[in-house]
């Protein structure tokens, strides 16, 4: 483990209804990755402890993952690069207040990624899990 935890950001506008973002989510930790349009990603160590956030449609929806390889450029113009994460095939739903766990952390960015020490991470990860596992969206033949 690297001792280092991470919130990021997940969904963009074009996944503005629960159902898109539940499917897009999905689509994230079927593929194993995060992506970023940032030109410039910061340096997110192998290892490291990680809790994707929706946003837009996926407010108040939840991942959690761990880091297991560096970015790698994708080649597409949108997004430049992807970093490996094993996700947890469970998308947790936290419907009282959405956005409630970046008050735990004391370095919260609202719009991209924030790290946090090891007790604000626990906090926000026991938080995550005490939320209510959904089905993941998977094609009647998946």
Known sequence: MSGQYRLVRLNTRDHNTRPLAIEDMTVIIDRGGYWTQHEDPPHIPVGTEIVGMGSYGGRGLYVHGIVGGEWEPTGEETYLYMLPVTWAHVIYELPDDPEDVGALVSAFNPRSWSQCNQSEFR???????AGRPLALARAASA
């Open 123 to 129: 906090a926000v990860l026991d938080r995550v899990l």
